[in-house]
Nanobody
C-alpha cells in the first residue's frame, strides 16, 4: 500500500510560482510511475506531468515550458515546480502513483492518489 500526501498549494498572483510536494510512504516508489493531476471546478481531470524512475518526464501541453516534475528518491518525494502561473491553472492538484501505467493526459489513471492541494491563481 502506498500513501501520498501533497503540500505546497496556496494563493498566488498570475506570473508567480509555486512548488508542490508529494511525500510517499508505505513502499519504495522509485520504480513507480508518478504524476501530478489537476481538476478545476466543472472540468475533467488533467494529467499535467508524469515521470518514472530515472526515465524522462512528460508534460501536458498546458504545462510545457512552465512546469517541471522532479523526484528525490532518498526522501520518497516528488515535486512539481510551477512557474509563470496563470488563472487557468487554478485547480486542485493531486499526486498519483502506479507501478504500471498512469493513463493519458486527458484520462489519467492510477492505483494511488493523494488527497489533493488547492492552487489558486489570481489575475
Amino acid at each position: 500500500q502506498v500513501q501520498l500526501e501533497e503540500s505546497g498549494g496556496g494563493l498566488v498572483q498570475a506570473g508567480g510560482s509555486l512548488r508542490l510536494s508529494c511525500a510517499a510512504s508505505g513502499r519504495t516508489f522509485s520504480s513507480y510511475g508518478m504524476a501530478w493531476v489537476r481538476q478545476a471546478p466543472g472540468k475533467e481531470r488533467e494529467r499535467v506531468a508524469a515521470c518514472r524512475g530515472s526515465g524522462g518526464a512528460t508534460y501536458a501541453d498546458s504545462g510545457k515550458g512552465r512546469f517541471t516534475i522532479s523526484s528525490d528518491n532518498a526522501k520518497n518525494t516528488v515535486y512539481l515546480q510551477m512557474n509563470s502561473l496563470k488563472p487557468e491553472d487554478t485547480a486542485v492538484y493531486y499526486c498519483a502513483a502506479d507501478p504500471y501505467g498512469l493513463g493519458s493526459d486527458r484520462k489519467p489513471s492510477a492505483n494511488y492518489w493523494g488527497q489533493g492541494t488547492q492552487v489558486t491563481v489570481s489575475s
